[in-house]
């Protein structure tokens, strides 16, 4: 029989899709996750994955073998709660949560203080400086994301809608005052279009690839620029431009279907949409969450 561990890098290699994903989460190099996979292929003298469009995909065997694997393993952490409940606690595993940089530096990071003492959770929040990279994080079981998405096998709730305003410095002259918004990368984004069709003949003076340097320069007094208003308002140094460009964009949480009967999924799907409701404007979606989860 093939040893529980082997099995187990199988099942990891499926969730996060590379080796450096399943070595991240067995706390293992990649080299040893490769090595086990290999093990295991031989063993069974099969293929269990192929490569597409840069991840580690199952073949359709191994994919209903992983659907196996995961009822064993649930058994497994049964089987040693009722054996040993004190032990419950090493059986939760940690949970990924990935969105953009500044909503992990200014909204979960702070709150983190505000999550349940329960020992037995753990998070790794994870930031990056584009959206659109975040829906391919296989690695990640939960995400916040800017915009409405749609990804299969997993499943999207549009829990907040974020209001964005021109702010500038307290001590500027906002008619004089010139634009700052991020760079061209960018330029996808309604919060950085506005800046450029308003800007006119000068163009927009200041670029630059992330939300905290944009509000740095505007609070410098060099230019005035659209912010996040939960960003914005907790800086006491900046106003708001009543009569500059403002927008409301979507907020969706986002997680991995086979998630969803983790015993602290529920847990922490409250915590994200209490605090995302004390910055942004909570919709139904979001209420319809806390209904399902809180206990």
């Given amino acids: 029989m093939i040893d529980w561990d082997l099995w187990r890098t199988v099942e990891e290699l499926g969730f996060s899709g590379s ?12 080299t040893t996750v490769k090595r086990r996979m290999e093990t295991v292929e031989q063993a069974l003298g099969r293929q269990l994955f192929r490569r597409q469009s840069g991840f580690l995909v199952p073949t359709p065997a191994c994919k209903k073998a992983l659907d196996d694997v995961r009822v064993a393993a649930k058994h497994l952490e049964l089987a040693q709660t009722r054996l040993a409940p004190e032990l419950e606690h090493r059986m939760w595993r940690r949970i990924v949560i990935t969105s953009l940089t500044y909503i992990c530096d200014r909204l979960l990071g702070p709150a983190a203080g505000r999550l349940d003492a329960d020992p037995r959770l753990r998070i790794e929040i ?27 096998g997993v499943s999207s709730w549009h829990i907040a809608d974020i209001d964005y305003s021109t702010y500038v410095a307290k001590d500027t002259s906002a008619t004089d005052c010139p634009w700052a918004t991020l760079d061209r990368s960018h330029s996808h984004l309604a919060e ?6 308003h800007a006119g003949g000068e163009g927009v003076r200041f670029t ?15 230019a005035k620029g659209i912010l996040p208003n939960f960003i914005g308002d907790q800086n006491t140094n900046l106003m708001v431009l009543e009569d500059h460009p403002s927008l409301v964009r979507p907020l969706s949480l986002l997680w991995r279907d086979d998630i969803a009967e983790e015993h602290q999924f529920g847990t922490i799907v ?12 909570a919709t139904e979606q979001a209420n319809d969450l806390l209904k399902k989860f809180e206990k």
């Fill in 19 to 30: 080796f450096a994903g399943a070595a991240k989460r067995l706390k293992v190099d990649a």
């Fill in 126 to 152: 994870v930031g990056g400086d584009r959206n659109l990279d975040l829906g391919n994080e296989r690695a990640a079981d939960m995400a916040l994301r800017m915009g409405s998405v749609s990804i299969t």
């Fill in 192 to 197: 950085v279009r506005l800046p450029e069709q």
């Fill in 208 to 222: 630059t690839t992330t939300m905290t340097t944009l509000e740095s320069i505007i609070a410098a007094s060099a």
């Fill in 270 to 281: 409250c915590w994200i949409v209490n605090e995302v409701s004390r910055c942004a404007r």
